[in-house]
């Protein structure tokens, strides 16, 4: 191997292993990224928008800019993640399949109305009903490059421990003669 050709590639190995840990650090929680969620505090999966974060907390407002902004504890949520934008070819993979499956099947219900089509001939139905998912599918394609789909990247979030009760009604091994009440309390550990 030439020396200016070695360099060239350990250069260019630097340069694209340098990039990961920058890319590690963009999928951090910042002000104006879209995430989506659950948690304990919110009965469905919330898309919203971070608008500010302290600490633990994120000041979040949801998808329709019409809502008051609320905050959620990150030791809530059960599910985190970050939007990565959208992206064209799974648009076009999306929009395949559901332009293909519409035609395909506006195609069979066509077919079986018995509609009378002139001159055509029925042994063509076959080839009709590949041509109609293809054609749809195609389409369907191009109209999802136009959208796009956006894509998300699940955020790893902090393990977090069972909660244990202040206080505990102990029922077992009770007969009618003896009753007991057990008192837990959680230790602290610093």
């Known amino acids: ?93 999306v929009g395949a399949l559901w332009g293909a499956g519409i035609n395909f099947f506006s195609t069979i219900i066509f077919i079986a109305s018995g509609a009378e089509c002139g001159d055509c001939r029925k042994d063509f139905d076959g080839p009709a009903l590949a041509f109609s998912a293809v054609t749809g599918g195609v389409t369907g394609a191009l109209v999802g490059v136009l959208i796009g789909k956006e894509t998300w990247a699940r955020v790893p979030l902090p393990v977090r421990e069972p909660a244990r009760p202040a206080l505990g009604l102990d029922l077992a091994g009770l007969t009618h003669r003896r009753m007991g009440v057990v008192v837990t309390m959680p230790l602290r550990r610093n």
Do not use: H, W, Y
């Open 1 to 93: 191997m030439f020396p200016s050709l070695r360099r060239c590639v350990v250069l260019s190995a630097i340069v694209l292993l340098s990039t990961a840990p920058a890319f590690a650090q963009a999928r951090e929680i910042q002000p104006g990224t879209r995430i989506r969620f659950t948690g304990t505090s919110v009965a469905t999966s919330v898309t919203a928008l971070v608008l500010e974060r302290r600490g633990d907390t994120l000041k979040v407002l949801r998808g329709n800019s019409a809502s008051a902004p609320f905050e959620v504890r990150l030791s809530e949520l059960t599910t985190l993640q970050l939007s990565q934008g959208k992206s064209r070819a799974a648009g076009a993979g």
